[in-house]
């Protein structure tokens, strides 16, 4: 017997109940069943799911069994309702067998994996019905996740009082180590005393294309433990641990131990006499000696336990993690990938399927039948009621997703008199909301060593750095950087891919902490690109939080080419899950900033990616189309995606439309103002959103197309475009990602924008350099006009 923790929280946990027994042979029988259900819901997706197309429809039943232990011991001896956990990409089917037997899946599921509203290939917040709590499936991104969801929850304790206490777990493949991001987040201060992380590794030392050469676990081992980690072994199971202990049982481990992974995982393909001949060539005669008495038949099963199939030492090495509370932990679980089938160890296991007859012989080795092979455990048996008691014990209360807070529609009451940047009035709006008391005890901003340079001085001045104890200030005149746990800036080192990390669980405080926040990220924004798959991973998984890029583009002249993003946009305007806006106004950006922050408190799903620049611009033209369309319309346009900033309606003669987002807004100005002069009625869009402008188009194209509907265009451009006429697009950015307004319009369309790499000079200089000034553009409604 063994005992495991009651309802009211894990051991360690005030107030904690007393362990319940449970008998490690009910464990056991569970595991089998887990075993089961995992590789028969890949085999039914394969074998007996007609796609009709000659695609594969894959899985990864290795990989799925060589966790089933880890994961048998966690749900079902350790873990408590308030812990999260991130679950191996290719261990979904493990996941979804186990929550079918804790009664969250329903059974018409299990014949569903990979299939049309069925379960996903890997674990899906946001698609998946039985309750996943992260998302996981780009290798490395499940592993840091729970590691920032546990910053964010120690940043939630300090500012609204403790939650009951959670453990954030990862169950990671040992391959999934080689990606960098996950050294990247080991790495972060940020990250550093969290004993409420645990890390399980599935130590089966194969990855997709190969057995990992050599022996890596000690330098693992000292990288762990050179980031403050405490690092657990579970190597051995019980039949082997107990060989150790007997005469030359000694010399038996260190063989074992300094036996090359190759030729470990090559014994696996052998059995009886020709496994011993193998295992002991160039042995010690003391290794031989150990396995004297050891029968043929014996050989395998014992030359093969490890412990990460051991339930007891898993749950052993799970409690000896709970006594850690300064420093996160990681298990490394030795497993056999294809544990328990007959591909058990074979190289080439990773998305190998066993055959029809394979599956026949392992459902009648575990007592099933084809009529009982789909069943949960009868609610009377052992297993039953263990399982019930389990879903007692896991079961959470349902998550509140919105703030009961009023976010303004803006900050400020009036343009500034003077050119402003929109990342210099960003920071200005940001302290403003900092003093309203409804809304800025919600507010936490990150950047990733970035702070002052991207304007968030004046909100750290006024909130503070976060820090889990007081720790000394630094010595400035001019920024308060002074770390506390009542700060709201949480500083990062410089990894864009940590920036996303946090954003995306402040993100989702709301579900993994209880407790919704109003999350804002700053960032370079060349620099974007480098935190992608987690900006990504991000979006994927439903998180809500503001990022500003700033500064962007080759506006950003004299840092060079280097430094000059141009594909953000592009990445704005079509990552799902993402707003993308880049207004070139500082009441615009008001407007849409407000916004944002109040979709986020209302629990609306999606993030909001603010492409900002250093470049002041006269707010005086903005103020004009303010007088002339009055400020409600004016908002509602802008926050629909754009508005006429000039309208040329008065010049008598053929008519232009200048479309424009952001910073080069002056030199289409000049440009409409000069065509004016040539008798051309050049009218000028401020598009502030080039996201919601096309996805409201795509939106209603589709719509008309799907009901054989002749295609309408969209209300909102019909207010910005009214009249048929050609279209010039101007952006600091890749050229193609306004171009669709020609075809959004049905005119010609002329597209401006960089479309190579930049170099250093004055914005004059390189607008010169890429056809961005009035000269050009004026060119350029001409050359539409033509078309």
Known sequence: ?????????????????????????????????VLWLAVRMVDAANHERDTGDGVKVGGHQASSTSLVTAMTALYFAHLDAGDRVSVKPHASPVFHAIQYLLGNLDRAYLTRLRARGGLQSYPSRTKDPDGVDFSTGSVGRGATAPLFAAVTRRYVDAHFGPRPRSRFVALIGDAELDEGNVWEAIADPVCAGLGTVLWVVDFNRQ?????????????LRRQFEAAGWHVVEVKYGRRLRAKFAEPYGDALRRWIDDMPNERYQSLFGYQGPELRNRFLEEAPREVAKALENVRASDLAPLIQDLGGHDLASMIEAYRECDAVTDRPSVVFAYTIKGWGLPIAGNPRNHAALLTPEQIAELRSALGLTPETEWDAFPA???????????ARVLRRPDPVPRLDITVPVQVERSSPKRPVSTQEAFGRLLSGLARDPGVAPYLVTTSPDVATSTNLAGFINKTGVFAPVELPGCPDSLLKWEPGPRGQHIELGISEMNLFSLLGQLGLAWDLSGQPLLPIGTVYDPFVCRGLDAFIYAAYSGARFVVAGTPSGVTLAPEGGAHQSTITASIGLELPGVTFVEPAYVRALDWLFCDALRGIAAGEAGAYYLRLTTRPIDQAPFEAALARLGE???RRQVLAGGYRLVDASAVDGPEVYLAASGAVLPEVLAAAAELAEEGIAAHVVDVASLDRLYATWRRGLRDDLRAARRPRRPGILDELFGARAPVVTVHDAASHAMAWLGSALGVPCVPLGVDEFGQSGSVHELYELHDLLPGHIVNAALAALAL
């Open 632 to 634: 409600d319309e004016l």
């Open 1 to 33: 017997m063994i005992s495991v923790p009651g309802s009211s929280g894990h051991p360690h946990a005030p107030g904690a109940s007393e362990r319940l027994p449970v008998d490690l042979r009910v464990l056991e029988e569970i595991q089998r069943r």
């Open 207 to 219: 990855s997709l294309d190969r057995v990992v050469p050599g022996i890596r676990i000690t330098q």
């Open 380 to 390: 009377e048996s052992a297993a039953g009621r263990w399982c019930a008691e389990r």
